[in-house]
């Protein structure tokens, strides 16, 4: 790029792990170009993964480059991707009778030598045909050697299944993994990567392979293994290895790490830290208290979840309390009918699983940049976990919606006030009341006396559930089990938890940007039409103890679509940023789409709310290095559709049910189309 006309662009190009590796510092793109190409060659003593960094006019971009070793390519001398006795002719060929050159001269220096000879020549005719072994030939049958191999997941927790697609002739095979911790050497100074790379896990596991059909049925396979439950967080190397020969016993950095001539790889993995994440995904409404003359009811739910035992400052070692729907001043609620199922896919709890349990704590001792301050800290941690999870969810039903005072932020905040409650009294020793907590010592009987003491004399508490989970061997916590069906205690209304033992990431900055909506179904009868609709939408990583504030979308009044017609958003610039975080297993994504005809008369046509999964987000995306660290940024999009019911307001007419209208019937149905934007950070300081 300059001034107005195309110049060349000067590339500087530097590498993560230099050892054996040789390639220019410096590229030149000619004017008018946009790619250029480089020679790299490398002689490690074993497969590696090395990074490579280009930089121009002020901006890095990075690709990994997979080195393999040359032992398992030793003898494939011509073309035909076999080792047999034409290699051998090929070979005599080209030293003595002018034929073709070897594609790779490398695999053709089959003893070794540093030169292509002769002798060589000799090597692959001894192998095939006596019992000599040759010094850095691959002993075992090449036919079993994989190709064309690639990760299906490359973010992971430890214990966690991976895949490696490809093509495996053998039926058996042995992984070997190489862990090296963060901060590993990706902090990058000007053209070199400042840092130390630390190897920590190594371990050799035997795998099987699987059938792995492709999109069309074509046949293919595929080879599993786990992550060891002890594998501390950190960058991995993974080699594929024929499964001739042992796999050592024990997995230290020491043990481990087989270095073979026939590994082929390696490829990439990350491992990160564990978290537990509780979804609260069903609500199955049979009765929800509302006479059924008064239909449909206004719902609100809170909720509150702690483990272990307080400290002196009256806190649990992990708690998370928040509100369903918003939940803020001015949020909506969730308008439903009796007899219905609601999706709801909110996270009712996130913690650290090194926060909860001592093993996890322990095993990220290796990985911390500080290990005897990491120990020291999970052994006075541990006086605290007790294995124990406790999660509540309570319900109240509104008749009272105008003029209510502060109601909204009052039952937002009971979950909050109950763990605070809980705290005082686990540490207190406490055996009366506390000001304002009522007598009980069950966190769900404290929701309970909170959720009273909050309504109005028109609302109804629906009750309260309380889901307890103890930790055991298989599987932690519970994770991927489904507690059975828990009912809020004063109605007919059962809900769902499921637990999820999910990867961490550190996260930079994650955003939801309204896209469009379309109106499939107004909730306005055609006398109101068209419908003015507005957006409550909130944002939020998890493991900040509280999901995010809910934003109004207009500000005012609302954006005019009539039934049928779609609204485009994207040019209105509405973007809702969830703030950034530490480490976070989750998005949360809640957007109420609500019906505006005036200050006191609004309608929720339907509500959309989802936990969005970053292990599932964070496969894909530009590799960039900004402030000197490697991010990642991935964005996708996702179309939900919403649907509700009204409350029944009429055009101008007269008699029972003139309108042809029902109150219990779903009234006003919309897709709504959203894009969220992650950036990772892959390898957190």
Known sequence: TGGSGAVTTTVNLFASDEDGLVMPQTVAVPAGQTTVEFPISASPPGGKMVTIFAAANGATVIADLS???????????????RRDISDAVFLLNFLFSGGAPPAFPAFADVNGSGKVDISDAVAILVFLFSDAEVPTLCTSDPATLPSGLRLVQELVTDGDEVCISGNFP????????????????????????VGERKLIFCTCRPAVRSPNPGPDGEPGFKVCFNVPLEAPSG?????????????????????????????????????????????????????????????????????????GEPDSAERFPVQFADSYPGGRPGSQHLTN????????????????????????????????????????????????????????????????????GSVWDEVAGVGVAAIGCLAAFKFGGVKGGIAGCGAAVALGDIVDTKLEDALEDED???GVAEINFSRGSRPFWSAGATAPPAGLSKSDIDLQVFNHRLPAFRVVDARLSLKSVTLI?????????????????????????????????PSTSGLAVAEGATQDLSSSNFSLSA?????????????????????????????????HFLGDLLEAGADFVEEGHERRRVSGITNATVSGWNSGERCDCSGFQACAFSPNLPHGIAEISYEIEVIWEKYPQ
């Open 460 to 462: 109804d508490v629906l």
């Open 579 to 611: 703030g950034s975080n530490a480490d976070s297993s989750f998005l949360y994504v809640e957007i109420g789409v609500w019906d505006f005809d005036g200050e006191d008369e609004a309608e929720l046509i339907g509500l959309h709310s989802q936990s």
């Open 235 to 307: 960058e991995y190397e993974v080699f594929v290895l024929p499964a001739s020969g042992d796999c050592p016993a024990g997995n230290a950095a020491g043990t481990g790490c087989l270095e073979d001539d026939c590994a082929i790889g390696p490829m990439k993995l990350f491992v990160q830290a564990s978290h537990i994440v509780s979804i609260l995904e069903d609500f199955i409404i049979n009765d929800n208290s509302e006479p059924s003359g008064d239909h449909p009811a206004e719902l609100f739910f809170t909720f509150a979840s702690q483990t």
């Open 521 to 553: 179904e107004a909730d306005d009868e055609p006398c109101f039409a068209p419908d003015e609709l507005f957006f409550e939408t909130r944002a939020s990583l998890g493991l900040n103890g509280r999901l995010g504030e809910s934003t109004r979308f």
């Open 67 to 81: 080195i393999r070793p040359n032992g398992p390519m030793k003898g494939f001398i011509n073309d035909d991707n």
């Open 337 to 404: 009918v009796d007899d219905t199922i609601f999706r709801a896919d909110v996270p009712v709890f996130s913690g650290r699983e090194a926060d909860m349990e001592l093993t996890e704590c322990q095993e990220e001792w290796l990985s911390d940049p500080d290990p005897a301050r990491c120990a020291a800290a999970c052994a006075e941690a541990a006086r605290r976990m007790n294995n124990n999870l406790t999660v509540t969810v309570g319900g109240a039903e509104f008749d009272c919606l105008d003029n209510c």
């Open 170 to 193: 053998a039926a058996t095979y042995r992984i070997v993994l190489k862990g090296f911790s963060f901060p590993n050497g990706r902090l990058i100074s000007g053209n070199q990567v």
